[in-house]
């Protein structure tokens, strides 16, 4: 070996020069390769991926895709309620929509064109595709998502059957895949199944924040025959039962509300169950109690003016102040007329002027009497007859005793047959009816007893009708018979083998 071979042999080898200043070393500049590299070859649209939260702005959410550029996403897309449940740094699994050198769009929602594979991991991931129907067709609608054509069918296009069928052709919706078979040529989604999922959700939020006995805001979302529901979350109801509409007694919810009506209602329930989560609410509860003000505003004896809201077989209902209500007991509906029948003298909507009796304010009862506003006609007899007087009236009722004749209203007379048979027009008398005119004299006005004697026009003066002890009779085959007391069913049956022995 000859000393320069030595030399070279003993030199080490050269290390890699140390960069100069300025200068970039090979993983910097393969690094930075790797940041500048474009979006588009490491995003597409369709695929899945876990981005972080980097930046939110009024309308807009950034995110981390891995790329040279941020991410974006409709703010709006991603709030409850109008709130944003994520703060910066947080991490969401988004489908990527769109991707350009200047920006990566993502979603939640799988839209525009996507190839077979983006459609299972949909279906698979169980993650909302956009769809837009295009057409109501036999047994449901046919829907378009990411340029391919799929059926949704009827009964799954919404959480309840639709008003108007045709109102979501042309809408673009989110819909979940249930089945993908034959490479895409057959594909079903459900837009139910997308409802119900954010309807549960939504409910689970709001039931941690509330409990029975809070008052929460809510709006009227429909209406039905036994009462309103209000929509509380997006996609949850609670139920007002018409009983809890108001104070104020409410035969339709319509009288009451109307559909989009904001409301105040206090919980009163919230039942859980296999077929889900009812809540039961009251808007009446949240008013003011009407009650409260009745001893200053309503006292016995006052004359007052109402409505009636209903009639029942014992009377009528009658509203005095908005959600108080009185009964007129059918004994309290008329002087004029013995009524037989409350809607004979009254039915609901009728306005009324009554008389307060009784008021109860521990029962909330108060009792009322329209005959009494009206005033008790035997307090003026003296002013519209005297005996001896010949006045028209009108034939009330034919009884086997005699006629029944209004004299005047509220004032109703006896003609016995004892006076009629010694009438010279008693055939004439015999032939009339309830509701005909016929000139009567008063023979005796008795005020302690309210009973008012009759005879024709041309009767004399001898007539066995002038017998008191016959009208005393005729008179007492008139009056009611007392009521027997309640006795139940074994006392009833007791009474009628007892009737059946006298016999």
């Not at 983006?118 to 036999?138: M, Y």
């Not at 036994?226 to 109801?237: H, I, M, R």
């Not at 039962?241 to 007694?249: A, Q």
Request: net charge negative; with cysteine.
């Amino acid at each position: 070996m000859t000393e320069l071979d030595q030399n070279a042999a003993e030199t080490p080898a050269a290390e890699p020069a140390e960069p100069k200043a300025g200068e970039q070393s090979f993983a910097e500049m393969l690094a930075e390769h790797e940041r500048e590299e474009s979006p588009q070859s490491r995003l597409s649209p369709g695929q899945r991926v876990t981005v972080r939260i980097v930046a939110i702005t009024a309308d807009t959410v950034f995110v981390g895709t891995g790329a040279k550029v941020d991410g974006i996403v409709d703010r709006e897309e991603l709030e409850v309620d109008g709130e944003l449940p994520y703060k910066v740094d947080d991490t969401l699994d988004l489908y990527v929509v769109n991707v350009s050198p200047q920006e990566v769009k993502l979603s939640r929602v799988l839209r525009g064109a996507g190839g077979l594979t983006a459609l299972e991991e949909a279906r698979d991931a169980g993650l909302p595709v956009e769809g837009k129907v295009t057409a109501q067709i036999k047994g449901g609608y046919a829907v378009e998502i990411m340029k391919r054509r799929a059926f949704c069918p009827g009964a799954l296009i919404d959480l309840r059957p639709l008003d108007d069928p045709e109102s979501v052709v042309g809408k673009t919706l989110p819909f979940l895949i249930t089945k993908l078979e034959k490479g895409g040529r057959n594909i079903v989604v459900s837009r139910r199944a997308v409802l119900e999922r954010e309807q549960t959700e939504n409910r689970d939020a709001l039931l941690e924040k509330v409990a029975v006995g809070d008052v929460i805001e809510g709006t009227v979302s429909r209406l039905a025959p036994f009462g309103a529901f209000v929509e509380l979350a997006p996609g949850v109801e609670g139920m007002v039962h018409l009983s809890e509409l108001s104070w104020t007694r409410v035969g339709r919810a319509d009288e009451a509300l109307s559909a989009g009506d904001l409301v105040r209602a206090k919980i009163l329930g919230i039942d859980r169950s296999d077929k889900g989560v009812r809540i039961s609410l009251s808007l009446r509860q949240v008013m003011d109690d009407p009650w409260k003000h009745v001893p200053e505003r309503l006292h016995p004896g006052d004359l007052v003016s109402g409505k009636v809201v209903r009639t029942a077989q014992f009377g009528a209902f009658v509203e005095i102040l908005p959600g108080v209500e009185g009964l007129v007991h059918i004994s309290e509906l008329s002087y004029e007329r013995r009524v037989l029948k409350t809607e004979d003298a009254v039915v609901a909507g009728d306005v009324v002027e009554v008389l307060i009796k009784d008021i109860d304010l521990d029962k909330r009862r108060i009792s009322l009497s329209i005959r009494e506003a009206a005033g008790n006609p035997w307090d003026k007899v003296d002013e519209l007859l005297a005996p001896g007087a010949e006045v028209t009236g009108t034939v009330e009722k034919r009884a086997p005793f005699g006629l029944f004749v209004t004299v005047a209203p509220g004032l109703t007379g006896l003609m016995p047959n004892s006076a009629m048979q010694q009438s010279k027009s008693r055939s004439a008398l015999d032939k009339l009816g309830p509701g005909e005119p016929l000139a009567v004299i008063v023979k005796e006005i008795d005020r302690q007893n309210k009973r008012i004697s009759l005879v024709p026009t041309d009767t004399t003066g001898d007539s066995p009708a002038g017998r008191p002890d016959a009208e005393e009779k005729d008179w007492k085959r008139h009056a009611p018979k007392p009521a027997r007391p309640s006795m139940g069913s074994l006392g009833l049956a007791l009474q009628a083998a007892m009737d059946k022995k006298k016999k």
